[in-house]
């Protein structure tokens, strides 16, 4: 089977008066993790043409593999026959309709830094009846998704899109984009420990990647510890912490590529202004990850 081809590798202040989210440039991207899942063979195109999942995520529909799955259910039409593959080639959406609602044009890549405090799920809905993220945003803004995930307790800065694609991008560990997290934890621990993590460490046969690693202070039986990553795997602060022996009570992600989360109040949303989020992936270009 042929490998399908690998993807090409506005400040606003906040309400009530909260300062503009702080953006830092002097990130350098990583490399880490492997590719993307591959899916169907890639058919001939012709100039201008993209896939169907490329454009429905582009549009804002989903991420790229949530529309795989709604194309998988019979969901996406054009011209009122059911499309059957993601691979479908198309140079834009014109009679595609999702749910039997016709796709609009997609609108300007946005993106938004959002407070996640603890307690709410990453999650469009929950069925038990928790509350979400999309409970704490305002009603009237377009359909955004969040770029990687926090779990239930964990807070601290949480990216957001309506750009499918700009999405998954952004999650891939080989674009090799930094992710700072301080996490404050009960137990014993040494600055060296730490500083192995750098060579990275497997846990319960999972294997972690670079782990830049260092002692913060100490309150009480508490040690707080800042970590950069670039893999994001699921929950892999606390998997790692867990495993020297650490008892995780709170962890607060700061920093997402240049994106930092300062002193946004917790629940607040900002949006980056469209001039650096040009000058973020024109970055990002140069380092050949582009996005």
Known sequence: MAKPPAPP????????????????????????????IKTDNPLPRKDG??????????????SRREVERMIADG???????????PATLLKNLN???????????????????FHKPEGCLTAERDFSGRKTIYDLLPPELPRLMPIGRLDLNTEGLLLMTNDGE???????????????????????????????????????????????????????????????????KNREVRRVLEHLGLEVNRLIRTRYGPFVLADMPAGELSEIRRVDLIEFRNSLKKTGKSL
């Open 166 to 232: 700009f999405k998954r991008q952004m999650e891939l560990p080989s674009t090799g984009i930094e992710r700072t997290y301080r996490a404050r934890c009960f137990g014993t621990i040494t600055q060296d420990q730490l500083e192995e993590l750098i060579h990275g460490i497997e846990v319960d046969g999972v294997h972690y990647d670079k782990i830049d690693a260092n002692m913060e202070r100490r309150t009480g039986a508490n040690v707080w510890i800042e970590m950069t990553l670039t893999e994001g």
């Open 75 to 85: 969901r996406v039409t054009m011209n009122g026959e059911t499309i059957n593959t």
């Open 49 to 62: 043409e993209e896939r169907i999942a490329k454009l429905l995520a582009r549009a804002g529909i989903a």
């Open 9 to 36: 590798s506005s400040k606003r202040p906040g309400k009530n008066g909260a300062k503009p989210p702080r953006i830092r440039w002097d990130n350098k991207p990583r490399r880490g993790g492997k590719g993307p």
């Open 95 to 113: 009679g595609v309709a999702v749910d039997g609602k016709p796709v609009g044009p997609p609108a300007p890549t946005a993106l938004y830094l």
